[in-house]
T-cell receptor, first 112, second 114 residues
Framework: EPEVTQTPSHQVTQMGQEVILRCVPI?????FYWYRQILGQKVEFLVS????????KSEIFDDQFSVERPDGSNFTLKIRSTKLEDSAMYFC??????????FGPGTRLTVL | AQSVTQPDIHITVSEGASLELRCNYS??????LFWYVQSPGQGLQLLLK??????LVQGIKGFEAEFKRSQSSFNLRKPSVHWSDAAEYFC????????????FGPGTRLSVLP
């Protein structure tokens, strides 16, 4: 069964460094999403992406964040200058119909 | 604004006992409704979903959920809990418009006593 994959599973970085989180959505899906979950808290929406552009973003998704679909298969989330409060689990999701989203296993980001 | 509440932060049940996890949503129409389970350090696994039709939906691992429009609820149930069901459970609604995001509830942590 096709699934969303994410790499790395765990990323440790120093505050102020740039990180790129990678996702490979399910191949025929058209809608892509990033969510994050700070430890012990609920899952929060960051951004959705369709037709090579951002379709919606939350207040969390400020200028430090960007998304890209560089090669038609990968979907990346970049954090330009990480802060301690960016430490969280980041989930990628994809959708074919836009009414059901399939989630990846997540990348745990630890900012020191 | 749309919102999802899960009134129980933490529930403890004995293995073999029945389980009901509550979920209420706030939205002007009937949204799409989902339950996800997250084991420690793991991703989100879809248990079941409701789009339309029969208000009692069956999911994986023996779970079911019932949509009650009058109560804006979508409670998750299981007749007999197994130790492996210990996890965090999230109710989610959406998308509210085509291509929009899900809104997740705060989660309910389930502990299972032997």
């Amino acid at each position: 069964e096709p699934e969303v994959t994410q790499t790395p599973s765990h990323q440790v970085t120093q505050m102020g460094q740039e990180v790129i989180l990678r996702c490979v959505p399910i191949s025929n899906h058209l809608y892509f999403y990033w969510y994050r979950q700070i430890l012990g808290q609920k899952v929060e929406f960051l951004v959705s992406f369709y037709n090579n552009e951002i379709s919606e973003k939350s207040e969390i998704f400020d200028d430090q964040f960007s998304v890209e679909r560089p090669d038609g298969s990968n979907f990346t989330l970049k954090i330009r200058s990480t802060k301690l409060e960016d430490s969280a689990m980041y989930f990628c999701a994809s959708s074919e119909s836009a009414y059901e989203q399939f989630f990846g296993p997540g990348t745990r980001l630890t900012v020191l | 604004a749309q919102s999802v509440t899960q009134p129980d932060i933490h529930i403890t049940v004995s293995e073999g006992a029945s389980l009901e996890l509550r979920c209420n949503y706030s939205y002007g129409a009937t949204p799409y409704l989902f339950w996800y389970v997250q084991s420690p350090g793991q991703g989100l696994q879809l248990l079941l979903k409701y789009f339309s039709g029969d208000t009692l939906v069956q999911g994986i691992k023996g779970f079911e959920a019932e949509f009650k429009r009058s109560q804006s609820s979508f409670n998750l149930r299981k007749p007999s809990v197994h130790w492996s069901d210990a996890a965090e459970y999230f109710c989610a609604v959406g998308p509210f418009n085509y291509g929009q995001n899900f809104v997740f509830g705060p989660g309910t942590r389930l502990s299972v006593l032997p």
